[in-house]
Structure formats: structure tokens, C-alpha cells
């Protein structure tokens, strides 16, 4: 950012740039606004990644508008989570693109090549965790990540999770994707030397609290190397693996 | 009872007990009313042990009273929970009875001998939780139980709960105490095939609510056969191990 | 386990077995990868009871697979539970099974003879409860125990409850099944000398909070002698009872 | 009040009453000015008994000014809750007065004749619950009520409540006071048929929750003729008691 | 019950009853069992009002067949409360009753006469408390009380409630019925001099948590004489309402 | 108010106005009963703006109803708020007004001339938070306000609030909409010098809590000059901004 | 900010300024960092009021040094909030000031006139509400506020409220200070037309939790044209009252 | 793991080492018991770093019995946290450490060189949240990372965020330390382009409900690549953030 208003006063100076050019260069938006939104064009420059579509309370018409107006900035590929079927359905009529319904997920473009140093093993507690564990897997894919499925391994068996240990060793770092007790991030925590990113699902009923009780069981993990998301945020999950899977040395 | 009651009333209908006699026996209290206490002296024979003292928000009059009335009784031995050390002090002016600051535990009379059935495990996540277990462990030794102490297993280095496994194939009955997330419930729960018994414990800061995070992440545990008592209640989940302890066929 | 490993390594040392035969051997799992689901196979050796399949989150086809899957491995019988109306239908296409739809479970096999110590008893407080408590005695039932059902005897018409105190004088274990404010697991606990399982329920409204209210009742019941498990968790009451009332002399 | 102002208007239509002066009587002030506090004086008038001290968050200085300007205008007796010792104390130097430490209430002036229907039963789950109830009684008693104490019946010994069955059908109105799980209310609201005030305390320790426990426990009782004050609300409970003791046909 | 246990005594010693025909005197169940519910038929006796089916969680097959029995042994009115249109079109097939769609009431057999002390005031603070406040007035109407209803007198327009004091005024009892913050208990609190009975409703949104806000508000009134029932618990306010108004001297 | 008296009481003094009457006028109701909804006819003269209609918990008849009603005393112009669309179907048939279906407001009459001291900015964090950001701006037009509307200016971007900083500046009251953690209402707190309305929404998801979060955040804002109104209470925000922008010097 | 730029730039092509000066300019940081805190020194300029000092959490010595750099700055005058009397008195061992303990504020300097719009009254609903009031009060006056304090006026006497009409009818801004319930806010609401702004405070006890129930409450509020600050957040009320009260036309 | 095995296994196949010898080794217990703890002293190798000693819970003299073991096998450094100064009074007049007392940490040895892939960046809400920060910021040097410190930036003047934007532009990892509402950690995460995370604190009052407030809001950031510990847990944040930054390539 420095340097550009650098430049820009260098220009004043040189007499090459008018007063009031500068004061619009300086102010110009870096985001398009289309009434109902502002869409965040140099995020990728900004933040390395581009802007991701937030499905819920938006209307299909309105995602579809973001969407028109990020291909016509040349953005791709383009994530959109909680994404509903019905919605999916309605950008469908105007693009192609890849949909996963379990993850409600939907990505328009090219997945890229994985270039990040390693590989991000995403594991799961249970089989009904697998559609919050997949939406890290496909969000995690999409920014540049080799992903490795780890599913069904929580702790009541905890054969299970050892019989997998090398899986887990040559992780970068691993996504723990859990409800109920949310145990799993605490075993996992303990096993490998890696970041671990845990993910609190609502899975479970009564006193699970649609999630509560994983989430809280996590944010005390007695295992150090552990972060947490929101429940049911394997978006947040996936990306937050990502970053730190595709750190450089400054 | 039932039987108590016929003969009772056989006795009336054979002219060997008056009818005002027979009002009083059924109607005559089991317990003895010392004002600001109705302690239950027939729980031995109705319930297998005798009333427990809790200690909390009694004061120290109304505890040596209660056991004064309870020795005058011949129960024994007579346990007291939540026993300060100050109360406890002013009980030793009257009485000889063994103390144990940190579980905050009396107990006046002999330790009886074990026979329940087999051997009670306490395990522990960590260091901070062994006030809690040694409240059970106390408990249950008093009830008449072997107990086997198994301190500072957490998850966090499942090599040190896995690597003394065999103490609890042992067990008759596994009790499980941890703070903070409390997945030792759930790691325990899948590896033995004994009745758990998890207690959560106040240990840990932030986000562990005082012991609400264990308590919720146990009563989600994805393992069966674990049930779960009150937040730090030793004493609970020591009775309870000495009950299934000292089951018997009917 | 250990006399395991010391078979495999005589027969190392006795050249019976390479290296590598021996190395698998050691890593063998014994759960059979089906992608989506990691099925337990050992559990009946390790715990004396069978996988139990979890139908909530698990798509029909999921179940139908992990069903196939059990029954190759000669598993049964196998329970399923929270298993809704149409995913039964779904596997009803493919194998007979029982299926209770109040309590939502399933049972594929035959129930086995109860060869447990004695009489696990089942007490509600109300009507509501009632599909709750039958989870639990399905789930004992199919675990080989004698199961007693003692509906509609809440605290607020005590008299019912002590007419049928001899039913809970009888019983090995009690699970005491109960919404609203879930009393009957203190009063019963008070009142017999055996092991209490105390499953509140999500029956009622307003300050109940689906259970809640229940939930911590039970938690701070001021009888000994009382564990609890989740809301509206018959099975896992089953479970423990079952459990406690197969204890082994070891 | 209606008459009141008739009577100010037909004043002002003989002419013997000014304008002004009406306006003066119309608007005069019911309530003392003090600064700090406005003391309600004509409340014996309005709700048939004087305004009580809440001592809690008022300094000494404050409450002995409040007593004298109560004591000025005649009111007697005058109730002071949550009065610690200390600050009673300061009120000894000036006033004479009744105090009881465990109540935490003090009392100045007589206390008046019982002239309510009938006798107020106070009974609790337990001896730590003593605190709370001698608050309801003191308070009840301070209001011209009857007041028959029954201390530690709680439910965990039920044979103790049910032994004491008469004072409870006696009783015109009952006040149940208990911690942790509050059961008493629900067993107390099923044998009786007066109306039952509940009061949780906060007795109890771990998921009680400082009375949270209880206080859900006696909303969702299932026992009718049952309502609940705040925890650790022996006033409130005493004070609603002595309204329902004093009914009068209108 | 002491009295007929003398009288069965007595005819024992007398030879005119047998051992066991006393017995089962002794014993003799006050309900009927139909399976999934135990009748309560003493309920009348023993607490002045037959019992009550409470109709969230039955069948409309069960709530048939519980009135059904009730019918046979001549309990009227029946109160069914909590009774959705569907159920109460099931029962209509069979008998003749009064329905309120909005209270969601269902009565069968005759209102009785009014025979209280005075007058009910039921109070709402809003149009939507209505069906709330119904259900508390025809409970209220169907244990035999006068009720005198105030609807949207809420405290954001004072006037509107201050203009109604004289029915407030005339109560015996008052059910202040409110939502949101339930300022509405304070209020009527401090201006009459009979017990009021306080029902927060879940009527708002957001931060009234389904009733939590006004709940805990009318929990802590600073006005004296109010206890509270559970969240839109009209019934159990008519109830206990009803109990103070017919209050006796024993 | 006082004035009134005055002239009342000297029409009586003068003879020209009767006891009886000047009774009547001085309890006259300056509300219209209509059975279900006590109609404030004076809130204009009172408050400054006419009655808002709660539409929730409303039938479609009693909003017409309290429409007619209002419309025969010249009530103009009608705020409907959380007003369905079917229910604004009904009054359709009946009156003229305007509906906005993702605000769920209708307004009957016509939308008076903008009179503030200056403009109220309304500024949500996404897309997601419109509906509640018109529900305010809709609100606040209709009160006699200049709207300008700051949508999708969420933190996660901080760019794009300050690219609209002038708009901030040149605001007399902001209203500050956002879901999730609400950070919203900080950073524009921190930029401004007028008076903040923080509106938290249930956008969001998991441990957002249908708003909880942005609640707790907005009122914990470490930015002063900041005041919270209910979650989604955009009804609420525009009443309270217009109320500000319509000071005056008394 | 954009005039100062523009003047820079211009500077810039009038070659009157360098490019690194102007770079410095630009970048220029209006607060002074003393490690431990970044002082905002601009805020009067950007905001209206000097920033405030939050004395909680910062030691002694971190209070003067921020005072003495604000001093050096001619900061004037300096609020500090959260001032426990132990710290204040370090300060006042360099420096004079005002301090109020019950408030726990202290005022570096002098108390500037009132200049702004009308009067903010400030009512509490008990004598123990008093020091977040007191909070309130200084903080308005310290920003240039006339206050008129009204205490004790809490809705369980609404008589004493109604008494002090007149004085809420000539405010220009209320701020209603109320623990237990806090129905204040509400009543008041309803009858003034001015902004109100609510304070929850922690008086109280139980289901109080602290000022949850009254926060709730005010949130809830009934009343229209209320919004509501942090628990005890005199200081906040004071302030959003004060910028309201200095409102600009623009 | 794998490879040890297999070199024992071949050891035993050569002859060179026994059956029992090799169970032994097998079996060898990678920690010290001690008693009251099991001291994971293969930590270092496993994950990379030694076990810290969490010094709350623990006595003095189990703390200083856990460094004599841990420096006995050559540990060093070690961490002590939560480290009260009374405990550490005890353990220096045994052993030399550093200690700091705002951050209640201990680090016994020396601290080692930077050997991470950048640089830390510590940033802070304001003041009050330093102590967390340093656990932070100490842990992190502790195991080896360079730490920048940017306190007092909180989102209230984000001018001073903004004007240290170029530190958070060189981070690798910022942790984002904050209490109250905690919008520091969206803000940032929107601004940087590394992984972010978020520490909330205990900072703040009311409605805050002790760092309940932060917690959420970090867990609901809108800003992608946001993860959190536990509230207060700086330990955990610098441990987690020199995880990220000694990330290798495998």
C-alpha cells in the first residue's frame, strides 16, 4: 500500500498527476458495489484468496448477481457455501459448476493444482460429521490443498484413530471434524506435532446443545497445538488449514 | 416391609398387641429428630450403608451432633463429605476419626473390610483432579470396596492411559474423573467392557465453565456404558461404584 | 492383548512367522473400512456386545451397508436406534428386522435368552416418557436382560410409586425415566438399595428447555446411589444397565 | 382513592377546599423523600403491611435514616432483610431490635398477634436449607402469621416427609424450601391441597448451578397448586404466603 | 388416613376383617391401571380437583382411553389441557365437550358453579397473551371460579392499567400473564394487596429466549407478593389461583 | 396532564362542571377497548408518534381490527411491523397500504415529510442483515426521517466502511446492523461523533446463537456512545434514531 | 480527514512539501504510544470528548502515566472510570482531583459548563442502584451535561414514579438505572417522549444472575424509543445520553 | 513408532534380544510416574516440544517434584504456567528460573535461539489484556520464535490499528488478544493474509460474563483464517502459533 502512494505523490511532484487524480487513486474502492453487496475485488491480492460467497440469507438472485459480477472481474475459481439445492438449481440456469450437495457446496471454475507444503488430513468422529468434514475437504481443494480423508475414527474406538497413525504423522496439519463430546481433538492433539484445527459439529441431541458441548470440549482440550472454529464451520476450517499449509517465509 | 406390617397385624388379630400399639409401631419413625436434622438410622438396612454427612452448610455443632446421635446408634463407620478443615477440627475435640484435607473427607470408625466383587479404578486426567478421586476412592474404600488408583492418565498422551490398559481390564467397575474437555470418559468407555462411572471435575479456566464443559462433553460421550455424576462429586460416584460393586442375585 | 503379541513373537523367535507377517499382525485392524464408516467387529470380544448403529445422520443407505457388512462378519443381533420411520422401510426392503417406531429402534437377529444377574426394572413419571423408556428396554432386551416396566409413577401422585414399591425392591438395577422436573430419581434413589440410572427426558415445555430442567435434577439428585446419562438417552441407559447387570466376579 | 378524591372535589364544589389546595391534596406525596430513598408510608393503607428494608446494597447510615423516619410516622414492625451483622450493628447503637444471624433479619417493634386463616408448614429438603427457611418464617411471623417448622424431610428419605404427613394436611398454605434438585416441592404439591409457595436455594454445589437447579426443578414440577419465588427468596416466601393466609371475601 | 387405618385396625382385633383382607385394605391402589398410565381416582379426595390429562406426548388413542375410565368411575369435569385440534377432533368422535382452539383447552362434562372466596383477575400485557391467559381462565372456571378478565393492559401505556385499577382492586387473586420483559407482575404487584400469580409467556423474540426474559424478570420482582409459574403455564396458574381461592379454615 | 386538572377543577369551583362529571373526565380512557387490544388513541399527543402495531401473535382480524379503529380516529400514519404476508393479504382486502415482504412492515396512510435535525445512516455488516436494516429504515421514514442506507460494510473488509466514512460523518444518528460477532457497532463507534443504535441479527450460525454473540458483542463495545436494542429489533432502532433526531430544546 | 490530504498534496505540487514529508504526514499517528497503551489524542478533535481512562485492569502506575501524558497534552478535563479508591490514591499523590467512591470515578480538572440541549434525567428503581447512577451522573456532567437525579422510583410503588412525572416530562434525555427486574425502563418508555436509555445493574440476587434478568428485561422492553448499555455501564448511559444531548443539526 | 518396533522385531528374529526383552521394550513406558503425575518424557521427540507443567491445581511441592524429574531426564526448557507467585517463591529456593509475575509464568533454562519460519505478531485490545498477551508471548519465545508486540490497538480507534498495519504485514502469525467484545480478531483477520489467532479475554464487566462475550465473537468472525483458544489461554495461542511457524515440508 506504501509504495503505491508513493508513487502517486511522485507523480504530483513530477507534475505528471493532477491534485485531484491523486485524491481519486488514493480513495479509488477496491470493491465493486452492486446495491445489496460489496464485492471485495482485491481480496486475492489483499489476502492471497478470493472473495467466498456466504449462501445463507442471501436470495438465489442475489448470489447469482455476486457471482456474474466476480467473473466478469476474472475471478476464479469462486466458493459458495451454504449453498441450498434450490439455490444451486437457480445458478445453474446461467453456469456451470460443481456442486456437492451433502457439503452444500458449490464451486464455479477450476479446482487449481495443490501447492501447499503438505497434505491437510481432515478426520471425522463419526459418519454423520462427513458432510462438515467435506465442506473443509472441497474449501481446503479449492484453495490450492492435497487433502487426505481420515472418516469414523472417534475415540470410542480408539483403535481405530491408532490403526490410522501414520496417516495422521505425515499431516501438515490436521482438520478434527467432531460432535457430541468432541473428544477426537484432544486424542488427535496429543498424537501428532502438527497444527490441529478442531471443527465442533451439531451432531448428537439432548445435552449436546447442537454442538455446544463439542465446542466446549475442544476450547479445553488439554492437548496443546489446538484451535478451534464455529460449529459446523468446516468452511472456516478448510481455509484456516490452507493458510497455514501455504506459509512463506517473509 | 410387608412382612413387618403382617406381623404386626397378626399379632393384633391374636389379641397380643393392642390396637394403639400397632398405630404407633406402623406409624414409628425411622429416624431420629434432633431438630435441625432428621437423620435416617434405618438406611443401613434399607439402602446396604448408612447416612452420609454432608458437611457443607452444616456448621460444626450440627455435625458433631448428628454424629454424636449416630454413634449413640451404633452406626458405623460414619462418613462426613465437604468436611472443612476447621469443622473438622472442633469434631476432633470430641472424637477420634481419620482426615483427609484434600479430599476434604472424615471418617469416624474402622474402614471395613472389602467384598464387593472385584476391583474399583479410579483414573484421573491430570494432577489437579486428585482431590475428586480420592473423595471416591475414600468413599468407596469406607463402603467396603478394593480400590486401585490410576493418577494423571489424560488423553493428551494416550500412551500413558494405553500403556497401563490392563489395570483396567481389571476392573470390576472404572471410575473416570477429568476437568476441562473430560474426554477420558469416552477413551476409557471403549476400551473396557465394565459399568463407567465419569465425573466431571471443576479443573481448568475460560471456557470449561467451572467443570460445565466436562460435564457435558461425558453425558455426550460417543462411548456406551459410561453414566455420569454431579460436577466434582466424588462422593457420588464413589457409592455409586460400591453399589454395582456389591451386587447380588435376587 | 499381551498374550497376543507373545504368541505372535514366539513365533518369530521360533522362526515360524517373518518379520513382516509379524508387523502385520501387530497393525491388523479389527474394523472393516467401508469409506464412509469404520465398522467395529472386535467390539463383542473386546466389550461383550456388538456395534450398535447410530441412525441419526447416517443416511439409509449408509445403514444398509453397515448392516450388510455386520451380518458377513456374523454379527448379531444388531441394534439400531434413532432409526426414523422411512430409513426402516429402506432396509426392510433388503432384511426382516423388529422395529419399534415409538422408540425408534430396530433389532436384526434374534433377541438373545436374559442371562443377566437379575431384573433391570423401568420407572417413568409420566405417559410422555414412555417411548424413551422403551428405547432403554429394547436395548436391554437385546443385550440378554430380564427388563420390569413400571409406567406412570411420578412424584406427584406419590401413592403410586409406593404401591408399587415391591417391583423396585426386586429389581438388580432401576432406570428411572423422567421430564419436566425428573423427582423420580431422587425419591426411587431414596428408596432402594440397588443402582439408579436416571435418563432425563425432553417431556415438557417452557423452563423445561428440552430437558434441561430434567437433566440437572437428576445431576444434583440428594439421593446416593444415581448416575445419569443425556437427555432423552434410552439407549445408553440400556447400555449401563446391562452392563451393571453382567458384572463378573474377575 | 376514588372516594378520597370525591371527597376533595365536593370540597372544592362547597367551596370550602381552594383550587389550589385540592391540587396540593390530589398530588401529595405518599412516600417520604430522603434523598437516597423514598419511603413508602402509605403502603400499610395500599397492601395491608408496611414497607420492608431490603438491606442488601444499602449502607448502615442509609438503613438506620430509613428506621427512623419509619419509626417517626409509626410504622411497626419493621422487617429488614439481607441485614448483615455488621450493619446490624450500627443500627443496634441506636434502635433496639430483634436479630437472627442465620436469617440475616432484623426486626423492630413487636411482632403482632397470628391472625391469618390458619397455620403456614415450612418444611425443607435439608439442615443447609435452614437459612432460608427461618427467613420465610421470621417474615410470615413478623406479618401476624402461625408458622409450624419442618426441617430436613427431604425426598431421598421419603418415609421422613411421609411420617410427618399430618403437619403438612394441616397446613393452609406450605412453603417448600430445598437445594440441589428441588424434588420437595413436586412430592410436598402431590400429597397437599392448599396452595403451595416453592423457594430454591442455593444449596448445592457443581450443576446446581447456585440454585439454578432447583428453581427449574419447582417451575416445571408436576405436581399442581405449586408457584416459586427467586432463589433464596424466604421473604418473598413468607410475604406470599401471609397474602394467601390473610384472604378476605370482597 | 390415619382414621381408616384405626378403623381397619379395629375391625381386625374385632375379628370382623381377616389379616389379609386388611392387608389388601392397607394396600388398596387409589389409581387404575391402564398400561401406559395409573389414573389417579383419589385425586378428588385427596386434593379437591380430579386430576388433569395433560394431552403434549398422548396419543389420542391414550387420552380416549384415560377419559374413558375416568367417565366410568364418574369423575367430572375432565380438564384436558395442551390438547391439539387433531386430538380433540379423535375425541369428539366419542364424546360431547367444550374445545378452545387458542387455549387449546379441552372440558368435558359441566363447568361448575362458581364457589371461591371472590374474583380472579386474569391480566394480560399484550393481544398475544391471550391464548395464555384463556387457558389460566378456563382452568380457573372449571374448578369452580368467577373470573374477571383484563386483557392488554401492558406497562408501555400505564394509563391503560391504571384505569383498571378498580378491578385490580376487587381481585382475590390477580394472574398477571406477560411476555417480552413481564414488567406487568411488578407492576400489579405493588398496587394490590392480594397474592398474584405471575405467567410469563414466550410471546417476543431475540432476547426474550422464548419466555426466559420474562420468566427471570418476574423471578425477581421488587414487589412483594408474587410467585411465579413456568413459561406459559396457564393452567397451572388457574390451578393454583383456584387453591388460594377456595382457601378454608382448618 | 396538570393543566387539565386545573381547568377542571375551576370549572368546578365555577360551578359550570359537576363532581360527577369532572369524575368522568378525570378518569376518562384515552384508549379504545376492543375486547382483545386496549387501543392507544393519545400515544400521538403523548409520545409524539401514533401506535405501532406488533403483528406477531396477532390474528389477520385483530390487526384489521385495531387498523379500522385507529383509521376512525384519524390515526395516520399505521406502522404494521413483523407483519406476515398472508396476514397483510387479509388487511389487503380491506384498506390501501404499502408492504415490504423482506421487512415484513406495512404502513397504512401516507409517509410524512423527513422533519429531523438531520439524516439517520443505517449501515449493516452483509447482505444477510437487509431485511432487519429496512425494517429500521422503513420504521424511521415512517417517523419523519431521512434514510441513507450503508449496506454490506462488514469489518472483515474494513475498507469498505472507510471508503464510506463521509457518509458516517455527515450522519446525526447511525444504526449499526450485523450478525455474527457484531464488531460492526465497535469500529463505527470508534469513527464517529454521533449517537450509535447497535441492532444485532440472528444471521449466523452455531455458536452465533440466533444473535446471542452479536449481542453480548455490541453491548460489550469498547467504543462509546454505543446503545443495543433487541436481536432484529429493527422496529426498535428506527423508533429510538428517530426520537434522537427529533430533540428538541425545552 | 480529506481536506488535510488535499492540503498535502497541495503543498506536495507546490513543491512547498516533500514527497517523504508528506509520506510522514500521511502517516502521521494521532495517538502516543507509551508501550503499555496508545493514548488517543485526536479524539476530541475526531470525536467531541478526550478519551476516557477504563481504570480497571491497569495498575496504578499505569493510570498516572497515562494521566500524566494527557496532561502534557492538555487533555482536559480526564475522566477515569472503574477507579478502585487504593489505585485513586496514587494518583492523588501527584495530582488533584475529584473522586467519588460509591461511583469509583475519578475527574482530573475542571467540570465544564452545561451546554447542551435540555436536562438528562437519571432514575433508579432502588437506594442500591445509586453508584451506577452516580456514574451516569458524573460522566454527563464531565461532558458537559445539567443532571437531575431521581431515585428510589422503582415501578413496586409506581406512585413514586407518577409523583415525578413532571421532572421526566422535562427531560431531554432519560437514562432509567434498574436492577432486580428492570421494568423502570418500560414504564418510563411508556410515558416519555424522549430518548431513553436503560442501565441493567447486577443489584439483586439468584435468578437475577448478576443483571442478566434485567439486561434481558430492557432489551424486551415493550415500550418503544428504548435502548440499552452493559450491566452497570453508568459510564457508557452517561455518555450516549451526552452525545445525544449535544446533537447538531448538519 | 513403526520403525522401533521393527528394529526390536528384527532384533529378535537375529537372536540378538529375547521374548521378554522385547515385550519390555514394547511395552516400556515412554513417562515417569511419579505418583501424582506420569511425566511425558518422550514429549519432545513425539511432538516437538516438552510437556508444560500447568501449575494451577497442583501444590508447590508437586511442581518443584515435576522439575526435579523433568531436569534429572534433561528437559529444558520448562514451561510453568498459571504459576502463582507463592508457588514460585517455593520453587526458587530450589531451583533458578525466570518469572513473571503479570503472566504467571516460569521458565526454568534457557531460552532458545529463534529458529522459526518468521515472525509472531502479539496484538492487544487495550491495556488490561497485556497478562494474557505475555503468557503468549513468553510461551512463544520459550519455544523458539521472535515475538513483536503490538498492544493497546483496539477497534474503538482503528486509526491505531491502521497506522501499525505494516508489523501485521511482516507477521507469519498474528494472535489477537481481546476481551469485551473482542473485534480485534475480525478486524485483523481481515487486514492480514497469514493464519490468525484468537485469544479471548476475561477483560471486562456484565454483560461480558467473563471473556463469554469475546469467546463468541471470535468463534463468529467474519473474517476467514480466524481460529481460538480458550479464554485467557495465552499458553495456548503462542504454543498453536509456533506450531503454524515451525511448519517443515514432509
Known amino acids: ?102 457439503a452444500r457446496i458449490g464451486i464455479v471454475g477450476e479446482i487449481p493444482e495443490a501447492d501447499g507444503i503438505g497434505t491437510i488430513v481432515i478426520a471425522t468422529g463419526g459418519t454423520s460429521d462427513i458432510p462438515v468434514a467435506e465442506e473443509a475437504a472441497l474449501t481446503a481443494e479449492c484453495l490450492g490443498n492435497k487433502v487426505d480423508r481420515l472418516y469414523d475414527v472417534g475415540v470410542a474406538g480408539i483403535h481405530r484413530l491408532l490403526a490410522n497413525r501414520e496417516h495422521l504423522m505425515k499431516a501438515s496439519v490436521v482438520i478434527a471434524v467432531a460432535g457430541m463430546e ?23 441431541y439432548g445435552a449436546s446443545f447442537h454442538g455446544l458441548s463439542a465446542l466446549l470440549s475442544m476450547l ?5 497445538g489446538v484451535a478451534v472454529v464455529n460449529i459446523d464451520n468446516g468452511f472456516g476450517a478448510g481455509y484456516m488449514a490452507s493458510r497455514i499449509n501455504h506459509m512463506e517465509v517473509r
Open 220 to 224: 479445553n482440550s488439554c492437548a496443546s
Open 182 to 204: 468432541g473428544a477426537l481433538a484432544s486424542v488427535v492433539g496429543g498424537l501428532v506435532d502438527c497444527p490441529v484445527i478442531a471443527v465442533p459439529t451439531s451432531v448428537g
Open 1 to 102: 500500500m506504501n509504495n503505491e502512494i508513493r508513487h502517486i505523490l511522485e507523480a504530483v511532484e513530477a507534475g505528471s498527476m493532477s491534485v485531484d487524480d491523486a485524491l481519486i487513486k488514493i480513495k479509488d474502492e477496491p470493491f465493486e458495489d452492486i446495491g445489496y453487496a460489496k464485492v471485495d475485488l482485491h481480496r486475492k491480492i489483499r489476502q492471497g484468496s478470493p472473495e467466498v460467497i456466504y449462501g445463507e440469507g442471501k436470495t438465489a438472485e442475489q448470489i447469482v448477481g455476486i457471482v456474474d459480477m466476480m467473473l466478469e472481474h476474472g475471478q476464479s475459481p469462486i466458493l459458495i457455501t451454504r449453498f441450498s439445492k434450490d439455490k444451486a438449481d437457480k445458478l445453474a440456469e446461467k453456469h456451470d459448476f460443481t456442486y456437492s450437495a451433502s
